[in-house]
């Protein structure tokens, strides 16, 4: 019995091993999808932005041609001006020059706006497209890890399960049986916890000097009255 029970220890730190590599192939993908994420939001951006910069440099095209209109309209009317006959004519010829003018201040002004706009915004551009670039670089780094390390995870779960086979061939079949069962319904899957400063090893219940002296014998499985774990006794080293 009590080789099977020390045995158990064995076991349960094999399962721990085969418990986290189970995790890893659940964790691994929801972080590759996480950093897949990140890229595709930063691209998002980076595309928003040049989009709005196309846009303020279409915008700025076609009112550079709109301002050559109007400055060929100007120049038709202020040459008109020394044509027309009357006072009435000329007062309605000059309304339209000052309109143009007008319109002519602030094509001028939103031209300059959009130029200093789109150049704000090609700067934030490029400083956006350098720090993509190096978050890109650590990105796909980590996803080549994570990805060799999931490939890698399932041959790792094999060659724990093979040493398990051969740990539980150490063990009697009734307290397996007691431990496998447990293993179901306790957190984190840990069924057997060593007796440490006379309490559980695993809720950290003390144990009463009856208790302690059944367990001390190591000649039979006994399970905590809190937690339902299988408790075992070892010696404690003095440190």
Known sequence: MK???????????????INTLERSKELFPTEIGRLNGELGSARGRIEET?????ELDSNRRLMEGELDTINQDLKKHQDRLYEVKSNREYDAL??????????????????LRSIEDHEDLSAKLKEDKDAFSDREKEILKRIKELTA????????VQTWQRKRKNF??????????TYNRIR?????????????????????????????????????????????RIKVWREEVPV
């Open 50 to 54: 040049e989009k709005h910069a196309g």
């Open 94 to 111: 000059q309304l339209e020059i000052e309109t143009l003018g007008a319109r002519k201040d602030e094509h001028e002004t939103g031209i």
């Open 3 to 17: 080789n099977s029970l020390y045995s158990l220890l064995g076991l349960q730190e094999i399962d721990k091993e």
């Open 168 to 177: 539980e061939k150490k063990i009697d079949k009734p307290v397996l049986s």
């Open 184 to 228: 179901k319904t306790v957190k984190g899957g840990v069924a057997v916890v060593e007796i440490k400063k006379g309490s559980c090893g695993g809720c950290f219940r003390k144990l009463s000097p009856q208790l302690l002296l059944e367990a001390r014998k190591i000649n039979r499985v006994m399970r905590c009255e809190n937690c339902g």
């Open 149 to 156: 390390a999931l490939d890698s995870v399932e041959g790792d």
